[in-house]
C-alpha cells in the first residue's frame, strides 16, 4: 500500500478490471478503500502461510470461473481414465459422481469409469453451478435430476440415490429459482 510515487490502492486503479489483486500491508486503515477497488483479499502483515494459501486459493478460484464462463458450458469436459488410456468425457453427460474413500465412480451415459481421485478434486474441476454435492459420497449433475421423493433423488437414467439430511436445504435453495412453490 505504502510505495514510493504511488500508493497500492492508486496502482490498482491502473491496471485492467480483470487484474485480480491481493493487497499484502500493515497498514489496516487501506482495506475498505482497496476492497471498494476489488480487491481479491486484504492480507495484514504479518502474514502466516495459511493465510496467504486462503487468498491464493480464492484468486484461484475466481480465475477457474472466469475460465469456465468463457467456454459454452455444453463444450466444457475431462479427460478420464479408462482401460484404454484417457477418455474425454463431456461434463453434461455425466449423470453422478460416487465417491469411495479415494476413488471416485463416474457415470455417464451408459458408462461407469473409476478414477484415482477425491470429490473434492473432482469439485475443483467442473461447473459447480450445475453440479451439487447431495449426499456424502455422492454429486449429482443438476441437469439430470427429474425428481425429488423425500430423501431419494430420481436421475433421467432410472437411477435413485439419496439426499443426505445436512444436503438437502442446499439442493432446494439451489433448485428454489426453478420451482414455482418451496
Same mark, same amino acid.
Do not use: W
Given at each position: 500500500?505504502?510505495?514510493?510515487?504511488?500508493?497500492?490502492?492508486?496502482?490498482?486503479?491502473?491496471?485492467?478490471?480483470?487484474?485480480?489483486? /491481493?493487497?499484502?500491508?500493515?497498514?489496516?486503515? &487501506?482495506?475498505?478503500?482497496?476492497?471498494?477497488? $476489488?480487491?481479491?483479499? &486484504?492480507?495484514?502483515?504479518?502474514?502466516?502461510?495459511?493465510?496467504? &494459501?486462503?487468498?491464493?486459493?480464492?484468486?484461484?478460484?475466481? /480465475?477457474?470461473?472466469?475460465? $469456465?464462463?468463457?467456454?459454452?458450458?455444453?463444450?466444457?469436459?475431462?479427460?478420464? %481414465?479408462?482401460?484404454?488410456?484417457?477418455?474425454?468425457?463431456?461434463?453434461?453427460? /455425466?449423470?453422478?459422481?460416487?465417491?469411495?474413500?479415494? &476413488?471416485?465412480?463416474?457415470?455417464?451415459?451408459?458408462?461407469?469409469?473409476?478414477?484415482?481421485?477425491?470429490?473434492?478434486?473432482?469439485?475443483?474441476?467442473?461447473?459447480?453451478?450445475?453440479?451439487?454435492?447431495?449426499?456424502?459420497?455422492?454429486?449429482? $449433475?443438476?441437469?439430470?435430476?427429474?425428481? /425429488?421423493?423425500? %430423501?431419494?433423488?430420481?436421475?433421467? %437414467?432410472?437411477?435413485?440415490?439419496?439426499?443426505?439430511?445436512?444436503?438437502? $436445504?442446499?439442493?432446494?435453495?439451489?433448485?428454489?429459482?426453478?420451482?414455482?412453490?418451496?
Amino acid at each position: 500500500i505504502d510505495m514510493p510515487l504511488i500508493s497500492g490502492v492508486g496502482l490498482s486503479e491502473m491496471l485492467a478490471s480483470q487484474t485480480l489483486i /491481493i493487497f499484502v500491508t500493515g497498514h489496516p486503515e &487501506y482495506g475498505p478503500a482497496a476492497f471498494e477497488k $476489488n480487491a481479491v483479499d &486484504y492480507l495484514l502483515k504479518p502474514v502466516s502461510f495459511e493465510r496467504f &494459501y486462503r487468498a491464493y486459493l480464492k484468486a484461484s478460484q475466481l /480465475i477457474r470461473l472466469r475460465q $469456465n464462463q468463457d467456454t459454452d458450458p455444453a463444450e466444457r469436459y475431462l479427460f478420464l %481414465n479408462d482401460h484404454k488410456g484417457k477418455k474425454k468425457v463431456y461434463l453434461r453427460e /455425466i449423470s453422478h459422481v460416487q465417491a469411495m474413500g479415494n &476413488y471416485l465412480r463416474i457415470f455417464y451415459q451408459q458408462e461407469v469409469l473409476t478414477q484415482r481421485a477425491t470429490l473434492s478434486q473432482f469439485c475443483q474441476r467442473i461447473d459447480s453451478s450445475r453440479f451439487l454435492q447431495v449426499h456424502k459420497s455422492h454429486i449429482i $449433475n443438476l441437469d439430470r435430476l427429474v425428481r /425429488i421423493e423425500f %430423501n431419494i433423488l430420481h436421475l433421467d %437414467n432410472g437411477l435413485q440415490l439419496p439426499l443426505g439430511k445436512t444436503f438437502r $436445504n442446499k439442493l432446494l435453495e439451489t433448485l428454489g429459482p426453478h420451482s414455482l412453490s418451496g
